[in-house]
């Protein structure tokens, strides 16, 4: 039985056929065939079935924390993610730069600006509004974080991005309260001036001179107030940490009291290292219990509708990060948050495949992991909240229910 745990998240890796096969069953991927030939298969409906997750959501929800109970909104995971320091009263939001037109928008994500041109125009996005902080971080590409500082604010308000193309939205308070008001007539501030301080940033102007989109408007969505929850280590009785790229993931876990660690190369984006985040998750496991690694780009080539690219990076996960995991000795566990499909461009409800391997442990024998072989697999169809008992009975540190 091995104590320490693994639970490898390939974003969006669940698909449908594009057009015949999806990208995990057109993918050549020894590594993980080999496991699943010792290891068992099954479906997740992360949510419930035929809910469409987001990755916030699939996320807590994974990792064992009921949604009724404890989310927050997806903004306190956003902000925490990109170093943001919150305190309790802080209204935080998920931010994207986008383009605009006007008050058109052209592009939810600027051109995919890239890392390094969103970082030059992050001081332009912190600055006050009448008495409240605007305290912004960008993260990788296009995303970002934003907090709201100040007295008598509320997060009950609507977001400005339509989450499609089409115009910027205003933001109204979804309650009565002076709170909710103040806090959406400061969001509606924000939209009008930040587009002009934007399209003077340097970054911006070598853009345009480069007629690539400009990031001059940051679309705000996912609202939430922060607050304080148990910590993983309290209520499972094991030491976890997270490794991952993107901020939302890093804010996931640092909401529930994980250790983050930080791997040089780890971008989140589609030229991560995964040969460097898998040697930190073998020195990782030295220190910690279980170890919570994420990979993005499974995710995104589906939002771009790229199945070759999909197909592509699941056989480079094979050969570069799945023999470092198994090294490690840990119990493994690889699954996805949701269903990305390359035809839709977007997160779906049907299930995601899960693999389960362990020393010792129980099999089903079947020889490919993909998602025709998870539906016939001996662990049947879980739910995400399935994941971390699943986990703990596989190191041994599951409680005994009753007496």
């Given at each position: 039985m091995?104590e320490k745990a693994?639970?490898l998240?390939?974003?969006g890796?669940?698909?449908l056929p594009?057009?015949k096969k999806?990208p995990l069953?057109m993918?050549?991927k020894?590594?993980m065939?080999?496991l699943?030939k010792?290891?068992?298969q099954?479906m997740?409906?992360t949510?419930?079935q035929?809910?469409v ?12 924390y ?6 927050p909104?997806?903004g ?5 993610g990109?170093?943001i320091s919150?305190?309790p009263?802080?209204i ?6 986008s383009?605009?037109?006007?008050n ?8 995919r600006?890239?890392s390094?041109?969103?970082?030059k125009l992050?001081a332009?996005v ?5 008495d409240v902080e ?5 993260s990788?590409e296009?995303r970002?974080a934003?907090v709201?500082?100040g007295?008598g604010?509320?997060?009950n ?8 193309l089409?115009?910027v ?8 309260t002076p709170e909710a008001k103040k806090?959406?007539?400061v969001?509606?501030k ?14 911006n ?9 400009q990031a001059?408007m ?8 922060f ?7 309290q209520?499972f009785?094991?030491k976890g940490v997270?490794?991952?790229g993107g901020?939302?993931?890093?804010g996931v ?7 983050i ?6 971008t989140?984006?589609?030229d991560?290292n995964?040969k ?7 020195k990782?496991l030295?220190?910690y219990?279980?170890?919570?690694l994420h990979?993005k780009?499974?995710?995104s080539?589906?939002?771009?509708g790229?199945?070759?690219?999909k197909?592509?990076?699941i056989e480079?996960i094979d050969?570069e990060?799945i023999?470092l995991?198994?090294e490690?000795g840990a119990?493994?566990i690889?699954?996805?948050d949701?269903?990305t ?5 977007d997160h779906?409800?049907y ?20 998602e025709?072989?998870a ?6 169809h879980i ?5 971390i008992p699943?986990?703990?009975?596989m190191i041994?540190k599951?409680?005994m229910?009753?007496?």
């Open positions: 091995a693994i639970l998240i390939l974003d890796l669940g698909d594009a057009p999806t069953e993918a050549k020894p590594n065939d080999k699943a010792t290891g068992i099954g997740m409906a949510i419930g035929g809910i997750p987001g990755s916030d959501t699939a996320h807590l929800q994974i990792l064992g009921a949604l009724g109970k404890y989310y909104g997806r306190p995971f956003e902000a925490l990109c170093g919150l305190k009263g802080d935080t939001f998920r931010a994207n730069f383009t605009v037109n006007g058109e928008i052209t592009d939810r994500r600027a051109g600006i890239s390094e041109d969103a970082k992050e332009d912190n600055f006050k509004i009448d605007v305290i912004f971080r960008s990788v296009h970002g934003l709201l500082r007295k604010l509320s997060c308000i609507s977001a400005t991005d339509p989450h499609c089409g115009k939205l205003d933001s109204v308070p979804l309650d009565s806090t959406a007539e969001l509606n924000f939209t009008r001036m930040i587009g002009q301080k934007l399209e003077k940033n340097e970054a102007l070598k853009r345009k001179a480069r007629n690539l989109p001059n940051v679309l705000l969505r996912g609202g939430g107030a607050c304080a929850v148990p910590s993983f280590s209520r009785g094991i997270c490794i991952a901020a939302l993931y890093k876990a640092s909401f529930i009291g994980m250790d660690i930080s791997v040089p190369g780890a989140g984006a589609k991560t995964l460097a985040k898998g040697l930190a998750t073998q990782a030295e220190k219990d279980f170890v919570f990979v780009a499974t995710d080539f589906a939002h771009d790229d199945a070759k690219g197909t592509a990076f480079k050969k990060l023999p995991l198994v490690s119990a493994l690889i699954t996805g949701h269903t499909s390359c035809v839709r461009k779906t409800g299930d995601v495949p899960v693999l389960i391997h362990e020393k010792g442990g129980r099999t089903d024998g079947i020889g490919k992991f993909s025709s072989s539906m016939k697999g001996g662990l049947g739910n995400g909240a399935d994941i699943i986990m703990l009975n041994g599951a409680k229910y009753g007496s």
